[in-house]
């Protein structure tokens, strides 16, 4: 297990790095954003009643009724439901990329022909995980201790998160164990986390400091730690009973299972499962669960975004920044930013649809594929399109939601019809970021389509804040789309042709290269 510890890291070096690097600098920018965005007591009460509202909670977390306007308990309020979910992901995808994605590739196979303890590639994936998120406590801990916060509860905040991204390191795990393909089971364990944000969410909004629904979720648990507000350690001990007791499951399942075997058979050894017949059709099947899944997120997130319009438009009455915006744009103004948040989060399912042609490449998964009458050609753009018709479901159900949310809060019909037309807009956006991952699967570089997705969520999130160039920040596809403010029919247009032009050049390079 030693051995197995060493060799993920090493393969995971810069990868872990990456991650480490991203979260601790959070901690430091986190808390002179909030400054600069709530400067004084009054503008930070204001802040205090617009995150009181279902949408707020649904997003943020529990407000415990003491320090709320202090910085600490603004930070664990706002920042803890996003940094549980970022670092649960680190933890589910580096669980199941050294379990069921090696035994899917085949590469465990040689690890087990050696000396091998049934259940060592499972605990050293799971000590990895253990070991990353001990150095995320501590770096972030440190990080935002520096910036004038008390270290112990700090401390609480950062273990709390930690401890519920083993929890899902574990779900991780045991998903490993249930299903035989790796995409079903990182889809799973990302299902579970997604349903215990909903499951924490409506607890809250039920009762603002946490009711017994709450409970249910582990998330629930390391907020209720009350850092900053009334620290209390024993919801971190739930955290790691809960870890464990996934972990037993994990290695009571692995026990009872073949390798390369799942505890749930998949559709395809299904007998009566229904044929495929065309390769549009197999990249769309391939998709399905991960396009189902993506659609509910950014349908609540749209309904969550589009339910706060109200509540920014009264928290406007006392707070300039809000002001200014509004005097300047409008509702569309906001609503800009809103359908822009939500494809910036659609940007990641694209670029990770197109992707997946490498990575069935490198598994060997595509070879059976592209052994039969099926050229590269084909079975590249079949990808591109699928996705980018993945999209259209993803930003017409991220307009829907917004336009709900807003609609029904101030009482305006139209809007959802307004805000259901402008989530397509983006569309195009898609299609170049489709275009950019197809270059990057012809390249061998799938980091690339990643570094793009990256730089759209960053020059929209902290363009501004870091005063980027403005030529910069135009790269951005979902930037440069400014539905429903207007409707640049120019700009819509080359997206369109540029994205075409990125996925002809990707097909005729990944045509003249060895596969992998």
Known sequence: MGSLITLALRRDRVRLSVWIAALTLTMVYAPNAIKLAYPDEAQRQARVELMKTPAAIIMGGPMFGGNETELGAMMAN?????????????????????????EESGAAELVLSTVVGRYARTFAALIVVAAVNLVLAVTMTVAMASTGFGVV??????????????????????????????????????????????????????????????????????????????????PFLLLVGLAVAMMAVAAVLESKRQYDDGTIPSSGERPNARAINSVIALHVTLQRGQTIGWTVGVFLGGLAFGSMTKSLLDAAQSNELIQRVLAAQGNDGVYTTMTQFLAAAASAYVVGAVLRVYHDEENGLGEPVLAGAVSRWHWLIGAVVSAVAGSVVLMFFAGLGNGLGAGLTLGEPATVVRLTLAGLAYVPAMAVLAGVAAVAVALKRPWFGWLAVTFVVLSLYLGALLRLPKWLVDLSPVGRTTAPLDYPVMSLTVMFVVAAVLTLAAGALYRRRDAA
């Open 78 to 102: 706002e920042l803890m439901l996003t940094l549980v979910v970022a670092t649960s992901i680190l933890a589910i995808l580096t669980v199941i990329r050294h379990t069921r994605a090696e």
């Open 153 to 234: 509860d700090t401390a609480a905040m950062c273990f709390g998160v930690t401890g519920a991204a083993m929890v899902f390191g574990a779900v991780a795990a045991v998903t490993a164990q249930l299903w035989r393909q790796s995409r079903t089971a990182t889809g799973a364990a990302m299902a579970v986390l997604a349903l215990a944000v909903l499951v924490r969410g409506i607890g809250d909004v039920i009762d603002n400091s946490g009711s017994p629904l709450s409970w249910f979720s582990p998330i629930a648990w390391a907020q209720q730690m009350r850092a900053f507000v009334d620290l209390r350690w024993w």
